[in-house]
């Protein structure tokens, strides 16, 4: 009985944080996601109106063109910094200077410990069209300067450059934290079966890859889904809408237009699709990893 | 009897009172000034919402003088453009009052106004203890005092920092390609100017015009392409939307037309890349706010120096019509009474006709008549001649002022950059606007009456 209630006491405290930053203001959005909530607009009130602000959600082709676009930045950018961060951490793994393999950890933290913004402003410097690394590149193979920047499919590629060039190193760490929980006698059993590095890869590493795999990758999309600073900063969604991700559309309904009921609903919409997303790699990975 | 003389004791007592007062408030008007004034304000802390543009720095040039005579101390938070009206609105709608001078852009009076978040003027300028007599509202150019300041015919803001849309260019590029004087017409800056200053392998030419998506889009772009065209946004009495007009769509076509003679990528050009773009000689013309005159002059930030002239925007068939655009300071409702008053005090002082000389020696813009007919100031800024042309003849509705303009601006800006990147037609575009647009003011309750069309 006693001991129910220490056990209790002792969560206590995590459960209250968590409820505080975490359940009441999911309660909350999902309260303003059902009413009339423009915080500009005070004269119009604050009813609950239903589903209202869903089903103008629904019907808004401009949210799903953004989420059209998540999804298509999603796919750009989650499978070649997995394949770029494995190669890093296959390399690193694999070679016998611990030195070199320490220097190499601490430039992998740099990208990821820079401010998403500062990573903004890097991009917008190092795209621009006059002055910026990338042109300066153009340039040294005799190609004209291009407009970064201003040009729909380019502003995209660039944007997503820069969100590679942050994250390839959380995959490239994590796979290569997985790569030393590999048993050294299990790998060495098996170069006595066979020397061809695929199948070594393929079925003594790859099964270790996959927890941590599972877990970046259900970060790093609810990362993109929520990806805001660095796109905000480098192209504010522009030009047009070519950079204009779901968050960036959700924050402009919710702070210009101060909208806040359908940035809500957008927000929480948002939020399903992230869920859905989690369960679907777990289902995929998780499925293979036990089997 | 008992009564009478009790009468007669209060009707005496009154008018010794009143005439006392009367005194009282006498002797305040002869002798009147803001040390006086501001003595029971002083040592109250005030913050004021600051823009990274030459006007802010040029009132912390005067700050310490005004802190000096009233003990005011004016605290500052430099916010970006793009994220004032979210800082505010935050703030208003919290009540928290962390800002006391509050900023307000033409296009963001008839919100901040209608939801009582500025406090009325009146309450100060009445108030013969806080109004300086010689405050003389009318020594303001009308078209700023009433754009900026004023909403439903009350005064809610002195305007402070004060832009008009000007053609700057470079004269020695144009000289060079044998032209004396600028572009009278925009028509005459596309077909006789621009092919002759442009060389795209040179990385050269003839116009920018800023349009990155916000704002800069919206007005610095959209509107000041449909206004000297005979177009607008809206018809000014019906409120119904009117792209779709001749005038309107030949105004939006001449931008798309105009393209060509602007560098690639000029959907991402905003203001700081348009001047910059003049300062280090890639183009030969834009138009920019008078505001932007002090980095075009700065010897550190331009390559082009004496070669830096100004004039009126072109005009369009239907005359110039340029931008117009500015800030007034009022005083956000939300904020005790002591630090109301002491903000009312700075703003009255900086915008003072006592304080419009030094204000644009500083490298600001006054917003008063006076300093302008001074003969020393035209000379040493050229660009305010022109400037003054234009508010002359200004269009104070270049943006409609209503609390709907600035969801109607994020569709403008949309769309907007949508059609210069040729992913929809001009056409198309503006019929998607239009659409938005009227479904916007539909909802506002402008067509059915509920809410009377003021712009």
């Excluded at chain 1, 805001?228 to 047009?240: A, C, E, K, N, Q």
């Excluded at chain 2, 006007?55 to 310490?64: E, Q, R, S, T, V």
């Excluded at chain 2, 916010?79 to 609105?89: D, G, H, L, Q, S």
């Excluded at chain 2, 998607?432 to 009377?452: C, D, F, H, W």
């Amino acid at each position: 009985m006693w001991k129910t209630r220490d056990r209790n006491l002792f969560l206590a405290p995590a459960v209250l944080v968590l409820a505080l930053v975490g359940v009441a203001p999911l309660l909350f959005a999902v309260n303003v996601s059902l009413r009339q909530f423009n915080i500009a607009k005070p004269s119009l009130g604050f009813e609950w109106n239903g589903f209202a602000n869903y089903v103008s959600v629904f019907q808004d082709g401009y949210f799903w063109g953004a989420l059209g676009l998540t999804v298509q930045f999603l796919l750009m950018t989650i499978p070649l910094q997995f394949a770029l961060g494995l190669g890093i951490a296959l390399l690193l793994h694999h070679q016998d200077w611990p030195l070199l393999r320490a220097l190499a950890r601490v430039a992998l933290v740099i990208p990821l410990a820079t401010t998403p913004a500062v990573v903004g402003l890097i991009g917008r410097l190092g795209f621009d069209s006059d002055f910026g690394l990338a042109n300066w590149v153009v340039t040294l193979f005799g190609g004209a300067k291009i407009a970064w920047l201003g040009d729909p499919n380019l502003a995209l590629f660039a944007v997503a450059f820069m969100e590679t060039w942050q994250w390839t190193p959380f995959f490239a760490l994590v796979m290569l934290a997985s790569l030393s929980a590999v048993p050294q006698d299990a790998f060495e059993a098996a170069t006595l079966e066979t020397d061809r590095r695929w199948l070594l890869f393929r079925y003594v590493e790859w099964p270790y890859l996959l927890p941590g795999l599972t877990a970046v990758l259900i970060l790093r999309t609810a990362d993109v889904m929520k990806l805001f600073d660095s796109v905000y900063v480098m192209t504010r969604g522009g030009p047009g809408s070519a950079t204009e991700l779901v968050s960036l559309y959700t924050q402009r309904i919710g702070f210009r237009v101060f909208d806040q009921g359908i940035a809500a609903a957008m927000a929480l919409l948002s939020l399903i699709v992230t869920i859905l997303l989690a369960r679907a790699y777990i289902r995929i990975f998780y499925r293979e990893a036990t089997a | 009897m008992k009564n009478a003389v009790k009468i007669g004791v209060a009707v005496g007592v009154a008018a010794i009172t009143g005439a006392a007062l009367l005194g009282a408030q006498g002797t305040a008007q002869a002798t009147w000034s803001v040390t006086e004034a501001a003595k029971p304000y002083a040592g109250t802390t005030i913050k004021a919402v600051y823009l990274d543009r030459p006007g802010y720095k040029a009132a912390d040039k005067l700050l310490p003088e005004f802190e000096k005579l009233t003990g005011i101390k004016v605290t500052s938070e430099v916010i970006p453009y793009e994220n004032t009206r979210e800082k505010m609105v935050l703030d208003f709608t919290s009540k928290s009052a962390t800002y006391d001078v509050a900023l307000t852009d033409v296009v963001w009076i008839g919100e901040y106004a209608a939801n009582g978040w500025l406090a009325p003027l009146e309450k100060f300028t009445k108030d013969p203890k806080l109004a300086d007599p010689a405050l003389n509202l009318s020594g303001f150019f009308p078209i700023l005092l009433d754009s900026f300041g004023t909403w439903d015919k009350k005064l809610y803001g002195l305007p402070f920092d004060n832009y008009a849309g000007l053609l700057f260019y470079n004269r020695c590029m144009l000289e060079k390609a044998g032209f004396k004087a600028p572009p009278k017409t925009w028509d005459e800056l596309m077909t006789k100017y621009a092919p002759k200053l442009t060389n795209a392998k040179a990385g050269q030419y003839a116009y920018a015009l800023q349009s990155r998506r916000g704002e800069t889009q919206s007005a610095d772009s959209f509107m000041r392409m449909l206004w000297p065209f005979g177009g607008s946004l809206i018809d000014a009495k019906t409120f119904e939307p009117n792209l779709l007009s001749v005038a309107s769509q030949k105004g939006l076509q001449f931008r798309q037309d105009l393209m060509k003679y602007m560098p690639p990528g000029i959907v991402d050009y905003d203001h700081n890349e348009a001047v910059n773009a003049l300062n280090q000689g890639k183009v030969a013309m834009i138009t920019e706010w008078s505001a932007f005159n002090g980095t075009l002059n700065d010897p550190k930030a331009s390559k082009i120096g004496k070669c830096l002239a100004v004039a009126t925007e072109p005009a369009g068939p239907a005359g110039i019509k340029g931008a117009l655009g500015g800030f007034s300071y009022g005083i956000n409702a939300s904020s005790d009474e002591k630090k109301q008053a002491a903000a009312y005090l700075f703003i009255q002082w900086i915008t003072s006709e006592a304080k419009a000389k030094d204000y644009v020696r500083a490298g600001g813009v006054s917003a008063r008549k006076s300093a302008y007919n001074d003969p020393a100031i035209q000379r040493a800024y050229p660009f305010t001649v022109p400037m003054v042309k234009a508010w002359n003849q200004g269009n104070p509705v270049f943006r409609p002022r209503f609390p709907e303009w600035p969801a109607i601006s994020e569709i403008v800006a949309q769309i907007g950059t949508e059609m210069m990147l040729g992913k929809v037609s001009v056409k198309d575009g503006a019929t998607q606007i239009n659409t938005k647009v009227k479904e916007i003011l539909t909802k506002a309750g402008y067509y059915s009456g509920a809410k009377p069309k003021l712009q």
